[in-house]
């Protein structure tokens, strides 16, 4: 007897296979049309065809140059690979767990080796203490992953975790693009990490964009430079507003910054009431501090209520960085996942049991949307920026 499926001969009336680990730990932090990118390509790679650019932001209603973006942000993320032919889709289970080279997986003797280096365990303690959170083996494989592909040492990804932490960009991706980027220009040990912090100075880049929209290729005059830094501290401009203020001095015969200057002044109905930008981050920063030690307080109190479950948070703790060297090590992790398993229904068990919701020990953000950072995925203002402005010009 003979068994046949019949096979489908159009490509949209098929089926294309996304993998979990993408869903569960790629797609969350991705802009949407990243995502829109990643499947359509994804779609089309099953068939291992051939199409361009082109076709493809057509069938997205999109630009080119999105695609572009969407290609190589998943490039940078490690889940695709660029080829002179085109584009590889990578395993994301291999990228992870397996034994292969990419991204974040060391091989087994080297992740062994460092797994059991105790200036290691020290890094993931600090990481703890600075996002607050328990890392997951995922993140400490892909920590690890740093220290070899990068040759990144442990004091630059905790500086890496505690300046993210400062700005409220504790996610990993976000950690990973200023590890990259500090190993990138040699920075190694904590003299040359703080010297990288000393002379980061984030208003040059400002003047220079300013300078360059009104056509100079100049660098700005220390007054120049003093009315700019003005229009982001004291006006709380953002940039977009900045140069489309510049953008006025297309029908004056000398554009110049006092020009500007007076365009911001004269418009700007100062919704903040005068706080400068510094000191709104510094409310932002206070909020997040103020939500870490509320989450710290109901966690007390849970485990005052109920002891085991400080217990079981304790073990879950242990139980994920053995998981992380099972995983490593090319060992059976099932036993291991079985307890994690057996202690996470156990502890959402008791936290049931005593009428206590599941999430009641997590941060919560003023703002879910921005985490309280003021700045959404996106990269854009986020919404809560304004009434967090007056907040800050009246504390």
Same mark, same amino acid.
């Given at each position: 007897m003979k068994l046949e499926k019949q096979a489908g001969h159009t490509l949209y009336l098929g089926d294309t296979s996304v993998e979990n680990i993408f869903i569960s730990e790629y797609m969350p932090e991705a802009p949407g049309d990243f995502v829109k990118v990643y499947l359509a390509c994804l779609m089309y790679a099953e068939r291992a065809g051939e199409i361009s650019t082109s076709e493809i932001a057509k069938g997205l209603m999109c630009s080119e140059e999105d695609v572009e973006k969407a290609l190589e942000y998943w490039s940078r993320a490690g889940i695709i690979r660029k080829t002179g032919e085109g584009i590889k889709f990578l395993s994301l289970r291999e990228q992870l767990y397996g034994n292969g080279s990419g991204k974040g997986a060391p091989t087994p003797d080297s992740s062994r080796k460092l797994m059991n280096d105790e200036r290691v365990a020290k890094m993931f303690d600090r990481i703890e203490q600075y996002t607050k959170e328990y890392l997951q083996p995922t993140q400490m494989q892909t920590i690890l992953g740093w220290l070899t592909d990068y040759d990144a040492s442990c004091e630059v990804v905790e500086a890496a975790y505690k300046y993210c932490a400062e700005i409220g960009k504790t996610n990993i991706r976000y950690v990973d693009a200023v590890v990259r980027s500090w190993t990138g220009k040699g920075i190694h040990t904590q003299e040359e990490i703080d010297e990288l912090l000393e002379n980061m100075d984030r208003r040059h880049a400002v003047h220079k964009r300013v300078m360059r929209a009104l056509g100079f290729t100049r660098n700005a005059t220390e007054a120049e430079r003093e009315i700019i830094s003005a229009w982001v501290d004291d006006l709380s401009c953002s940039m977009e507003e900045i140069l489309e203020a510049c953008s006025k001095t297309s029908g004056i015969s000398n554009p110049n910054v006092n020009y500007v200057d007076s365009v911001l002044r004269n418009r700007k109905n100062s919704v903040n009431k005068g706080a400068s930008t510094n000191k709104i981050m510094d409310y932002y920063a206070r909020l997040r501090e103020q939500a870490?030690? %509320?989450?710290?307080?109901? +966690?007390?109190?849970?485990? =005052?209520?109920?002891?085991?479950?400080?217990?079981?948070?304790?073990?879950?703790?242990?139980?994920?960085?053995?998981?992380?060297?099972?995983?490593?090590?090319?060992? %059976?992790?099932?036993?291991? +996942?079985?307890?994690?398993? =057996?202690?996470?229904?156990e502890r959402d068990s008791l936290l049931t049991e005593n009428n206590i919701p599941i999430d009641y020990m997590n941060i919560r953000p003023r703002c879910r949307v921005c985490g309280d950072t003021g700045i959404t995925k996106e990269g854009a203002r986020c919404q809560c920026y304004e009434e967090v402005a007056e907040l800050a010009a009246n504390a």
């Open positions: 870490a030690e %509320d989450a710290a307080k109901r +966690r007390r109190e849970v485990y =005052a209520y109920v002891p085991r479950i400080e217990q079981i948070d304790g073990e879950l703790k242990d139980s994920n960085f053995e998981l992380t060297k099972a995983l490593m090590s090319g060992g %059976d992790s099932s036993v291991i +996942r079985g307890k994690i398993e =057996a202690l996470s229904a």
